[in-house]
């Protein structure tokens, strides 16, 4: 989101507001305030809540008029007086909170603040599950808690899980990062938090929320060069889609029961993705889809007025409806459905199915249930919002995704006794608005770097050395360097911000912004002592410069922190919260930036000097690799339980490898297709592993499991994450991990057709520089 055209959209749904009120026999003030309320509208049959759930959306699309059908098929769905039901905004936001980019919240009344938590990317490098389900039920409890007292919808739109693959990408802090083993693994968590205790089923009113995957698929440019994400049309192999675009999709929605899918602006493969018919019918009928399908703003629009993919607006709505798509984030199909209808272009079942799968969803969120939809969470208001509780857990994200990426000679951390005077310089050292990243709300209560800092050191002084991050002159940069030379350690804080990464806004560069590089020089020469470098922005950064510089002690990456960052940061700096965060994404260098980002392909192609994206691909050299991440104590590994040896009995393996063609790669693997295989489940086997403390401070640890083929086969990942655990470790002490491993899933590779394969033969697990050997054998 968001291109809506929003002035044309509040003039239209203006209209339609003083339609229904002002037209007899029914005023605005009259309504009922929810649907279903007793004694006047209690009695229809979608409100009967003993009947199933399908057969009360039947009921309410049969008692519609085509016109009333029509006002549902937008994100601001229209009130229909006669049966009583209110209107409703289907676009509410909640990436890391409740967020007021959407219409459906709003800030003020009751409810003024929700509680800022870091941005995805910095809580997807903590590499811990159980923290990000956390994180998605304490959002979920201020989203409902302000829906409670009339300040936010029940259905929100994200997480958004779409690949990090271009370190450019102005979204990319938005997701769980590069891997599609993490983004699966966050799309299913945040989902199951975030919906409640919601199984998929269709039958009861029992979802807490709803949650929308987003965006389906391969969407990931926003404006680069002559490209822009309206327009752009993703070339992807089948190879690509099966193995890197389309798994955290599959995972929001068969293991997540996602109850929304969001589709994107951009063309997949010369196709409109809102249009991509065969897309949206296998999420339905191969994934188990059961919700409603989306367009992004003025996706539908865009077909017709920008990419001139149909012929006409009316066409435009029926290639988007008969695909499978709901409803439109915008105001297009409320013009020019009924249209579409007269032309014969739409028919009516076309809406009504649409409809069905819309009203579906409500009736699972209890919006049909009349006095009983006040009781259910009724409990949650004002005060279950800026909570202690969600303050902690906002602080404890923060703390376990920071990374520490240099600490020469054990640099940090500070021993408060020994630091008696602390400078920090940088645009962002007092200023908390920039600590949210996009898709935030309004923050209850935000800590600046300077008052965290403060609290340890009160003698702390602070420059912003430039005038704004973008960072265009040298303007104030003596009064940085002044500050720097009259205390004891000095932090610089430098990065990015939405001036630099944004939506609808890629990067055209992978280095520091202006001229915030001879900022930490200038600073770090005028320094007693090296200086701290401290990196803000979701994106990747090329440092070089700074990781080669004995005059910068310390490199520490805290993307988007949220509302406590500047506790985190001091508490990570003074070595209370000891850093433990792993990257989700590869740091490329700058000469990164002569890829051409339109270029979808995972793999690296030698033959045209293309390198490949991502840890799986690359080929090149980074600055700092995937699951990079130092601590202030040290771990060693041991396997304790793994298998060395899987045999492929009651399968059809040996006849399968014997057909024509045979599938074996060049270097004469056997590769058996996983649909070939009797049982997958039985394959799945347990990791244990030993992780030793070695230090003298206690650590929260990410065990990273990746997997590699012995021989690596062309197309194969160089290698892959198959599991990871966070763990924790008192100093000198000893914790178990425990990693399910799944061959069909997690030691499979895809074929240029888009066919995942198992290779037989030997195999490797690492654990950092720890190797475990696997034969898988048929």
Not at 241 to 265: H, K
Not at 322 to 339: H, P, Q, V, W
Not at 577 to 596: K, M
Not at 645 to 673: C, H, M, N, Q, V
Request: net charge negative.
């Amino acid at each position: 989101m968001r291109r809506l055209h929003l002035h044309r959209q509040s003039i239209l749904q203006f209209l339609l507001y003083l339609f229904t009120c002002f037209s007899p026999p029914i005023a605005c003030d009259e309504l009922p305030k929810a649907a279903c309320e007793p004694p006047g509208y209690a009695s229809f049959p979608f409100c009967n809540t003993s009947l199933p759930v399908h057969a009360r959306a039947r009921a309410l699309v049969s008692l519609l008029t085509l016109p009333e059908k029509i006002q549902q098929l937008s994100n601001g769905a229209a009130a229909v007086p006669r049966l009583g039901l209110p209107a409703y905004q289907w676009w509410s936001e909640s990436l890391h909170g409740v967020a007021s980019n959407g219409p459906g919240v709003a800030f003020g009344g009751p409810v003024r603040a929700a509680t800022g938590f870091p941005q995805v990317i910095l809580s997807a490098a903590a590499f811990n599950r159980t923290l990000w389900r956390a994180l998605a039920r304490a959002i979920a409890v201020e989203a409902r808690a302000m829906h409670n007292v009339g300040q936010a919808g029940l259905t929100f739109w994200a997480p958004n899980i779409n690949i990090f693959r271009d370190p450019r990408w102005g979204r990319g802090q938005e997701t769980p990062g590069e891997d599609p083993l993490v983004a699966s693994e966050y799309a299913v968590q945040y989902v199951k938090g975030f919906q409640g205790e919601y199984d998929g089923g269709g039958s009861s009113s029992s979802m807490m929320l709803s949650a929308c995957c987003k965006h389906y698929t391969a969407y990931d440019l926003e404006k680069w060069g002559n490209f822009t994400r309206y327009t752009f049309n993703a070339q992807v192999t089948e190879q690509d889609m099966e193995d890197t675009y389309q798994p955290p999709f599959r995972s929001c929605i068969q293991e997540g029961f996602a109850s929304c899918l969001m589709c994107s602006y951009n063309q997949v493969n010369g196709v409109p993705a809102c249009a991509r018919g065969d897309l949206l019918e296998r999420a339905r009928k191969e994934w188990g889809f059961q919700g409603y399908v989306t367009s992004d703003c003025d996706a539908v629009a865009i077909i017709y007025e920008d990419q001139k993919y149909s012929a006409s607006p009316e066409d435009s709505i029926a290639d988007v409806l008969k695909a499978g798509m709901d409803i439109n984030c915008g105001t297009y199909m409320l013009r020019f459905t009924e249209s579409a209808v007269k032309m014969g272009k739409v028919q009516e079942e076309d809406i009504d199915r649409a409809l069905l799968n819309l009203f579906s969803v409500q009736l699972r969120l209890g919006l049909f249930d009349g006095v009983r939809a006040k009781k259910r969470f009724g409990w949650l208001g004002p005060d279950s919002i800026c909570t202690a509780e969600h303050r902690q857990l906002a602080l404890e994200a923060a703390r376990q995704g920071i990374v520490l990426l240099k600490n020469d000679r054990g640099f940090l951390p500070l021993r408060k006794h020994e630091v008696s005077s602390l400078a920090i310089i940088g645009p962002a050292a007092d200023d908390a608005s920039i600590y949210g990243g996009d898709y935030t709300g309004v923050p209850c209560d935000p800590i600046t770097f300077l008052d965290g800092i403060r609290s340890y050191v009160p003698r702390t002084s602070s420059a912003p050395g430039c005038i704004d991050v973008p960072c265009k002159s040298k303007d104030g940069f003596e009064e940085a360097v002044t500050a720097a030379k009259f205390a004891d350690v000095v932090i610089v804080v430098a990065g990015l911000n939405l001036t630099e990464e944004t939506e609808d806004h890629d990067r055209v560069s992978l280095l520091l912004p202006g001229k915030q590089m001879d900022l930490v020089r200038a600073v770090a020469g005028a320094s007693k002592a090296p200086v701290v470098l401290v990196l803000m922005g979701g994106g990747p950064i090329d440092v070089s410069f700074a990781a080669d510089d004995p005059l910068v002690a310390s490199i520490l990456w805290i993307g988007y922190p949220g509302e406590v960052g500047g506790q985190a940061l001091a508490e990570a700096l003074f070595g209370d919260a000891n850093p433990g965060g792993r990257l989700p994404v590869t740091w490329y260098p700058e000469s990164f930036t002569d890829v051409p980002m339109n270029d979808m392909n995972m793999r690296a192609d030698p033959s045209r000097g293309y390198p490949g994206r991502t840890y799986r691909f690359y080929t090149g050299k980074a600055v700092y690799e995937f699951g990079d991440g130092l601590s202030y104590s040290s771990y060693s590994y041991k396997f304790l339980r793994a298998p060395q040896r899987i045999r492929l009995s009651g399968s059809s393996a040996e006849s399968y490898i014997d057909r024509e063609p045979p599938y074996a790669t060049k270097d004469g693997r056997d590769l058996l297709g996983v649909e070939e295989v009797s049982s997958c489940d039985a394959l799945r086997f347990r990791v244990q592993v030993s992780v030793v403390n070695k230090g003298d401070v206690d650590g929260s640890h990410a065990v990273l499991l990746f997997w590699r083929p012995r021989a690596i086969g062309e197309g194969s990942p160089r290698k892959q994450l198959i599991g990871f655990e966070r763990v924790h470790a008192t100093a000198g002490g000893e914790a178990e991990a425990e990693i399910v491993v799944d061959p069909c899933k997690h030691l499979s590779v895809v074929n240029e057709k888009g066919r995942r394969l198992l290779p037989l033969g030997a195999q490797v697990l690492t654990l950092g520089d720890l190797e475990h050997q696997l034969l898988i054998e048929a």
